[in-house]
T-cell receptor, first 115, second 113 residues
Framework: EPEVTQTPSHQVTQMGQEVILRCVPI?????FYWYRQILGQKVEFLVS????????KSEIFDDQFSVERPDGSNFTLKIRSTKLEDSAMYFC?????????????FGAGTRLSVL | RKEVEQDPGPFNVPEGATVAFNCTYS??????FFWYRQDCRKEPKLLMS???SGNEDGRFTAQLNRASQYISLLIRDSKLSDSATYLC??????????????FGRGTQLTVWP
């Protein structure tokens, strides 16, 4: 069964450092998403991406965040200068698109720990 | 105002029990509704979509009441493997796909032998 893959599974970084979280969406999917979940809290939307541009972003997704699809398979989330409060589980998701094919499938996540 | 509200539980039930979870959503423009399950420190996994007419998938039954902006999930004959957190999820439609998903905080279920 096709799946969304994310690397690394756990990233530890120092405050102020840049991190890049990587995702490989399901191959025929056209819509890509990043969500995060702070420990003990709900899953929160960060950004959606389609046709090589951001289609929607939340208030969390400020200038410290950026997304990129550098090639035909990868989808990355960059945090330029990490803060302690960025510590969370980051989930990538993808969907095929089309009203009947709009289910979002999630990767296993990257646990980001900012020290 | 919270977009999606759920009773956080926890619900602790014996194997074989029937358990029901409820959820309310605030945005009347929401078009798509789902129940996801999330195991501890894992990703959300789709359990089922929720349709206006109600739908059933084996032991799981989901209902939607648009007028009351209310969604429910019924689990019959609970199994130990049903122990997880159940996430109520709503989304607006945006053209050919969904918009952002709005998650509830989840309802924790523990099924004991």
């Amino acid at each position: 069964e096709p799946e969304v893959t994310q690397t690394p599974s756990h990233q530890v970084t120092q405050m102020g450092q840049e991190v890049i979280l990587r995702c490989v969406p399901i191959s025929n999917h056209l819509y890509f998403y990043w969500y995060r979940q702070i420990l003990g809290q709900k899953v929160e939307f960060l950004v959606s991406f389609y046709n090589n541009e951001i289609s929607e972003k939340s208030e969390i997704f400020d200038d410290q965040f950026s997304v990129e699809r550098p090639d035909g398979s990868n989808f990355t989330l960059k945090i330029r200068s990490t803060k302690l409060e960025d510590s969370a589980m980051y989930f990538c998701a993808s969907s095929e698109g089309g009203i009947a094919k709009n289910i979002q499938y999630f990767g296993a996540g990257t646990r980001l720990s900012v020290l | 105002r919270k977009e999606v509200e759920q009773d956080p539980g926890p619900f602790n039930v014996p194997e074989g029990a029937t358990v029901a979870f409820n959820c309310t959503y605030s945005n009347s423009a929401s078009q798509s509704f789902f129940w996801y399950r999330q195991d501890c420190r894992k990703e959300p996994k789709l359990l089922m979509s929720v349709y206006s007419s109600g739908n059933e998938d084996g032991r799981f039954t989901a209902q939607l009441n648009r007028a009351s902006q209310y969604i429910s999930l019924l689990i019959r004959d609970s199994k130990l493997s049903d122990s997880a957190t159940y996430l109520c999820v709503v989304a607006p439609d945006r053209g050919s796909t969904l918009g952002r998903l709005y998650f509830g905080r989840g309802t924790q279920l523990t099924v004991w032998p």
